[in-house]
């Protein structure tokens, strides 16, 4: 059940040159531009989704191809985001997951999320937010996990419209995690990029630009 998501995967998550606010200060996570993927690290889930560095429209980019398979790339991180709480990152997805349905554990598939990872030191007390592009789940709203009731799903985009488009992104982490949990977030210690497609037997393409975190 890879959506209880491994201790250490737990203690864990893109944008082509976006712009950030005059004086903020910025914290590259993925410099996948650069073609730097150090730090970053896989976790096999179900299989083997394929992570690699390739060029789209001139730029170096992260494709991820699921064949129903569940790994995911992790960075681990110590950020305190009462200073950096925004999130900024592209991506671009080829399709949905007709299956996909992230109220239901057999259609827990996405072809795009990133997310982030507040560990405590009691396993069950680790809290995540998944930003997915969902196949269903209407733009906006937020669902649990169907697998672990901690780890919320927030539905960024929705469904195939954008297909095939670049999709910048930007959320306030901090106060996403104080609406969705009702409290003060801890530190951050992870972000990671999953495409999986191992519940609902399909398979997915996406590809990732820069992920980064800044001063709001």
């Not at 040159?17 to 179900?46: M, N, R, Y």
């Not at 950096?84 to 007709?98: D, F, H, I, M, T």
């Not at 519940?199 to 393409?205: H, K």
Request: aromatic share 10%; charged share 20%; with cysteine.
């Amino acid at each position: 059940m890879k959506k209880l998501l491994a201790p250490r995967l737990l203690i864990v998550l893109c944008l082509l040159g976006l712009a950030v606010p005059a004086g903020a200060e910025t914290l590259q996570l993925g410099d996948f531009s650069a073609g730097d993927l150090a730090g970053w690290e896989e976790k096999s889930f179900a299989g083997h989704t394929s992570y690699e560095l390739v060029s789209d429209q001139g730029r170096r980019v992260l494709r991820a191809q699921s064949r129903q398979a569940a790994s995911g790339l992790f960075k681990e991180v110590e950020i305190d985001l009462k200073k950096y709480q925004v999130l900024r990152w592209s991506w671009k997805v080829e399709g949905v997951l007709a299956k996909g349905d992230a109220r239901a554990k057999g259609g827990d598939d996405y072809p795009a999320r990133v997310y982030v990872v507040f560990p405590a030191f009691l396993f069950w007390n680790t809290r995540g937010i998944n930003y997915i592009w969902a196949n269903k789940l209407p733009q906006g709203q937020a669902v649990p996990n169907a697998f672990a009731s901690q780890v919320i799903m927030l539905a960024v985009e929705s469904g195939p419209a954008k297909a095939g488009q670049w999709v910048s992104e930007e959320r306030n982490v901090y106060q996403d995690f104080k609406r969705l949990f009702g409290q003060e977030p801890p530190s951050l210690g992870a972000v990671a990029i999953m495409t999986d497609t191992d519940n609902t037997g399909g398979q997915a393409t996406a590809y990732y630009g820069d992920i980064t975190l800044s001063e709001p």
